[in-house]
């Protein structure tokens, strides 16, 4: 008999467990969770990961826990999460992924528990529309780029009016990518906060104070990271303090808190800003300056610094490190001229900010610009006589520290940053550039905001290498950790195989990516479902769809090929799996979060071994750290990476118990290098085949006999 579990509020939204028990009892084969989902599995795996979840959050300790495809790994947190009693913060690899568990997982379980579990779901601003931006775009439709965004404008409207949460992921008549979204929804820079005059229907603010009540809040990694950046300049009203913090998908972490630890000034982000001052500024301040003559001189430098990094797009990536920039002298010093007259802008839209929320909101703007340029400048550039914003008196600047906390303790730190432990560059498009900065490490700065009592629990299908977590924990700090790791309970032996072709080229080869694909043909024509091809970069991405298209033809094989770049990942994605037997070729993005299960997907092939392009700075900034320090880079980051990549890309083939399917790599050194062993052995246990004719054979003659189990039971 299952315990009767009594639950009483405590404080606001808290749920208290009265009744002790055992975690393992609601996943019974006669418990709630079996009463609740047809066709209920009992997997050992799934109660173990929660019991350790369960004894994690009770110890306010750390656990990284490592579940194969199908382990049932969602539920298996959120149960404990819920009987827990205490508040539990949900974090995901995506928006996507956040809204499928807030309104497909979490309601399900709930109900199987029955418990009064509030669960709210928080995003960050740019998710949610801002009614006081969405009164200016109507009443000033120039802002308006086309037709299509007038049609999309009155769709928001009439959105706005009816919804109760203002997310853009609810109003299905506008893509979520438009480009209407940006100026419809608010930025930290230009939110009016409680001066606002449409504060009080505020749907970001309403959706804070939620999160703030609830037992559970569903967030994503961005939105974890954006908090712990301004936690760190002082600033706490975007997450509420939690017990507990759960990362899904957590093997994206070590990535997204690189870029988010990181900076970036982007020469688009400065031209917007001219755009929104000048107009601002003439509109209620044209007496007080030569407005357009200010901004003009600082668009000069925009464009005349992008001249000056012209050389930069014959490197390696179009991307320069800061101490191999061609030509440096003549560009850091436009650098310093540009960022002069954008302290001297700013200062004049302080000195008149009082005048207008816009103007306020400007100068705002200018200031973390300021302070961004000048931390990423810093220590090798801008003398001691240049104007920074603490001594910007003589340019009529003498303000622009001051509207910003923010902004003044980032200039504080990067004058006390050592220039070793940040890694900068310079990346140039076609008009525009970036310059890009990020922290060699980010264990410490990770690890260090946990709270005493603070349970951190990590899970995700790939974390380990080959069984050792040590290159996970290192980068994010998680000394000390628990780890523990479960196999999937799909059966890999009979229903996959990993075929590594023992006649093509080395991937290095000028001919691999015609022989490649010369190979897949016959599976392809072998394979009764759609067929996805990974691929290592955008321009391999392109080759391969055009040589298979180019073998279509030949071969009268009469089969959509979807192209990453074509359509948005979304699109192509609902397309592959309208058409059924479509071939889809995507490069880094398509490697993880793609859920295809049964004939969907029956064909997956990987191009070559994902290792890091050799033109990342940061990747090259952390292999000669490690280099220097005596240690193996290859082995302490390039392999581990790969490994890691690998087994996600590998791990969209067999997504339930019933699929099947055949798993390409096209580069021989996962067989015929010493350190393949190790790339192979931490893959799912495949049966393996180097023989084409065994391969199609295996296409041609598999059956499926297990039967389909309930696809949220797998979540």
């Given at each position: 008999m299952m315990p009767h579990v009594i639950a009483a509020r405590r404080g606001v939204g808290r749920v208290v467990r009265v009744l002790d028990f055992d975690i393992s009892d609601w996943f019974l084969q006669d418990g709630?969770?079996?009463?609740?989902?047809?066709?209920?599995?009992?997997?050992?795996?799934?109660?173990?990961?929660?019991?350790?979840?369960d004894e994690t959050i009770n110890e306010h300790a750390v656990l990284v826990a490592e579940a194969g495809t199908g382990t049932g790994k969602?539920?298996?947190?959120?149960?404990?999460?819920?009987?827990?009693?205490?508040?539990?913060?949900?974090?995901?690899?995506?928006?996507?992924?956040?809204?499928?568990?807030?309104?497909?997982?979490?309601?399900?379980?709930?109900?199987?528990?029955?418990?009064?579990?509030?669960?709210?779901?928080?995003?960050?601003?740019?998710?949610?529309?801002?009614?006081?931006?969405?009164?200016?775009?109507?009443?000033?439709?120039?802002?308006?780029?086309?037709?299509?965004?007038?049609?999309?404008?009155?769709?928001?409207?009439?959105?706005?009016?009816?919804?109760?949460?203002?997310?853009?992921?609810?109003?299905?008549?506008?893509?979520?990518?438009?480009?209407?979204?940006?100026r419809v929804t608010s930025t930290r820079e230009n939110c009016l906060g409680q001066d606002c005059p449409d504060v009080k229907e505020c749907f970001l603010l309403k959706a804070r104070r939620q999160a703030q009540e609830a037992d559970v809040v569903v967030i994503n990694h961005a939105l974890f990271f954006a908090d712990l950046m301004l936690r760190e300049e002082g600033i706490t009203d975007l997450l509420p303090a939690a017990d507990a913090v759960v990362f899904d998908e957590a093997h994206q972490l070590p990535e997204t808190a690189t870029r988010f630890m990181g900076d970036v000034v982007y020469s688009g982000h400065i031209t917007d800003f001219l755009k929104a001052a000048e107009v601002a500024a003439l509109a209620y301040a044209r007496d007080s300056a030569k407005w357009t003559d200010a901004c003009q001189r600082v668009s000069y430098y925009v464009k005349d610094l992008r001249l000056a990094a012209a050389p930069i797009e014959a490197m390696p990536g179009r991307k320069a490190t800061f101490d191999q920039i061609p030509e440096a002298e003549r560009f850091f010093d436009i650098l310093n001229k540009l960022y002069d007259e954008l302290v001297t802008l700013t200062g004049m839209l302080t000195a008149v900010?009082?005048?207008?929320?816009?103007l306020a909101t400007a100068a705002k703007a200018g200031t973390e610009l300021c302070a961004r340029l000048y931390r990423w400048s810093q220590p090798v550039i801008l003398p001691q006589d240049a104007a920074r914003p603490q001594?910007?008196?003589?340019?009529?600047?003498?303000?622009?520290?001051?509207?910003?906390?923010?902004?003044?303790?980032?200039?504080?730190?990067?004058?006390?940053?050592?220039?070793?432990?940040?890694?900068?560059?310079?990346?140039?498009?076609?008009?525009h550039f970036r310059l890009q900065m990020a922290p060699l490490s980010v264990a410490d700065a990770f690890s260090r905001q946990r709270r005493k009592e603070q349970a951190w629990i990590f899970t995700s299908a790939t974390l380990s290498v080959y069984k050792d977590f040590s290159h996970y924990t290192r980068q994010l700090?998680?000394?000390?950790?628990?780890?523990?790791?479960?196999?999937?309970?799909?059966?890999?032996?009979d229903h996959a195989m990993l075929y590594v072709p023992d006649d093509l080229p080395q991937p290095q080869s000028p001919d691999f990516q015609k022989q490649f694909v010369k190979t897949l043909i016959p599976l392809i024509q072998a394979s009764p479902g759609g067929v996805l091809v990974l691929?290592?970069?955008?321009?391999?991405?392109?080759?391969?769809?055009?040589?298979?298209?180019?073998?279509?033809?030949?071969?009268?094989?009469?089969?959509?090929?979807?192209?990453?770049?074509?359509?948005?990942?979304?699109?192509?994605?609902?397309?592959?799996?309208?058409?059924?037997?479509?071939?889809?070729v995507g490069s880094a993005s398509f490697w993880e979060g793609i859920d295809l299960p049964g004939d969907m997907l029956t064909l997956v092939a990987i191009d070559k071994l994902p290792f890091a392009p050799p033109d990342d700075p940061v990747l090259e900034a952390r292999i000669k750290a490690c280099r220097e320090a005596g240690g193996n880079p290859f082995f302490e980051f390039q392999l581990p990476s790969a490994a890691?990549?690998?087994?996600?890309?590998?791990?969209?083939?067999?997504?339930?118990?019933?699929?099947?399917?055949?798993?390409?790599?096209?580069?021989?050194?996962?067989?015929?290098?010493?350190?393949?062993?190790?790339?192979?052995?931490?893959?799912?246990?495949?049966?393996?085949?180097?023989k084409l004719d065994e391969a199609a054979a295996f296409l041609q003659t598999h059956t499926r006999q297990i039967a389909l189990p309930d696809a949220d039971n797998a979540a």
């Open positions: 709630p969770l079996a009463a609740a989902v047809p066709g209920y599995t009992l997997r050992d795996a799934q109660v173990q990961l929660a019991q350790a979840v969602t539920w298996a947190y959120l149960i404990p999460a819920f009987l827990s009693g205490r508040k539990v913060l949900i974090s995901t690899g995506t928006r996507t992924l956040q809204d499928q568990l807030f309104n497909k997982d979490v309601p399900r379980v709930r109900k199987a528990l029955a418990l009064p579990v509030q669960v709210a779901l928080l995003k960050g601003r740019s998710n949610y529309v801002c009614h006081y931006h969405l009164d200016r775009l109507e009443q000033d439709e120039r802002g308006l780029k086309s037709k299509d965004e007038i049609s999309q404008l009155r769709q928001i409207r009439v959105f706005a009016t009816r919804s109760r949460s203002g997310d853009k992921t609810d109003c299905g008549q506008v893509p979520e990518d438009a480009d209407i979204w940006n900010q009082e005048r207008h929320p816009d001594d910007a008196e003589s340019t009529g600047a003498a303000q622009t520290a001051s509207p910003s906390p923010a902004a003044a303790r980032v200039e504080q730190q990067a004058a006390a940053t050592l220039p070793e432990q940040l890694v900068r560059w310079v990346e140039v498009g076609l008009h700090g998680l000394y000390g950790a628990r780890t523990e790791r479960w196999e999937s309970p799909f059966d890999y032996q691929c290592t970069t955008l321009r391999a991405v392109d080759n391969i769809s055009t040589l298979l298209l180019e073998a279509f033809d030949t071969h009268f094989i009469e089969r959509p090929v979807l192209r990453q770049g074509e359509s948005s990942r979304g699109v192509l994605l609902e397309q592959f799996r309208q058409l059924k037997n479509a071939v889809l890691i990549a690998l087994k996600q890309g590998a791990g969209r083939l067999i997504r339930t118990e019933k699929d099947w399917g055949l798993l390409v790599v096209g580069d021989r050194r996962l067989v015929e290098k010493p350190y393949g062993k190790l790339l192979w052995r931490g893959l799912p246990p495949f049966r393996r085949t180097r």
